[in-house]
């Protein structure tokens, strides 16, 4: 999978030093429009803008410019996309609107943000017939121990960093609610259904033994 970032989940994975995660788990690359790099994590990521930076010049984020959809001839989809964006989401966060108008344009198949108010990018996608795949930072650990990645000491660990560094005081077993209801008890969409029981199936994972086990540490 390739994903598109939201500013928000950029901060977050970069403040407690876990960005790695993002590019091991999208193994096709991660991408933002230069809009995300140039304003918005001017403004609220200058503490981690450098690292940003490094890893765009070490090719493990792809920087999408206006010239380089205008050179693969989707510039105007884009600008399409962006203005329906807008006004789904209001201008109030320009960086979800571009974030999710570039997923949409280049056909990824995931967004990664942690905007998950009602009227935000990753409720809308769930809500509405779209392409594009929403995930949040607990979502990609989730499915991260699912796939045996990691372990679920090391998986509690991690989630407590990003939540510890970015203040944002969500409770994990509340994300592992969210997450059997999105994916299994009453999901937005069938698509999201099938897509864990192939992932389940094609992997050989027995999903209810391994959140029963991580659940048991929290």
Aim: net charge negative; aromatic share 12%; hydrophobic share 40%.
């Amino acid at each position: 999978m390739r994903a598109s970032l939201d500013t928000n989940v950029i901060i977050h994975f970069y403040k407690a030093g876990l960005q790695d995660i993002l590019f091991d788990f999208f193994e096709e690359g991660v991408f933002i429009y230069e809009q995300i790099r140039n304003i918005e994590l001017e403004n609220h990521g200058q503490e981690i803008i450098e690292k940003v930076d490094s890893d765009i010049a070490a090719g493990k984020i792809e920087l999408y410019t206006d010239q380089k959809l205008k050179d693969l001839a989707v510039y105007k989809i884009f600008e399409n996309n962006v203005n329906e964006n807008r006004n789904l989401y209001g201008t109030g966060d320009l960086g979800e609107v571009y974030a999710v108008s570039l997923a949409q344009t280049l056909g990824a198949y995931s967004l990664v943000t942690d905007d998950t108010k009602q009227g935000g990018p990753y409720m809308s996608l769930l809500q509405f017939e779209d392409d594009v795949m929403p995930f949040t930072f607990a979502d990609i650990l989730i499915l991260r121990f699912l796939l045996g990645i990691v372990d679920e000491n090391q998986t509690v660990k991690d989630f407590d960093s990003i939540n510890r560094f970015s203040d944002l005081n969500w409770a994990f077993k509340s994300q592992i609610t969210k997450f059997i209801k999105r994916f299994f008890k009453n999901p937005y969409r069938d698509e999201d259904t099938r897509w864990i029981k192939k992932l389940a199936s094609d992997n050989n994972i027995n999903i209810k033994l391994k959140l029963k086990a991580l659940c048991k540490l929290l």
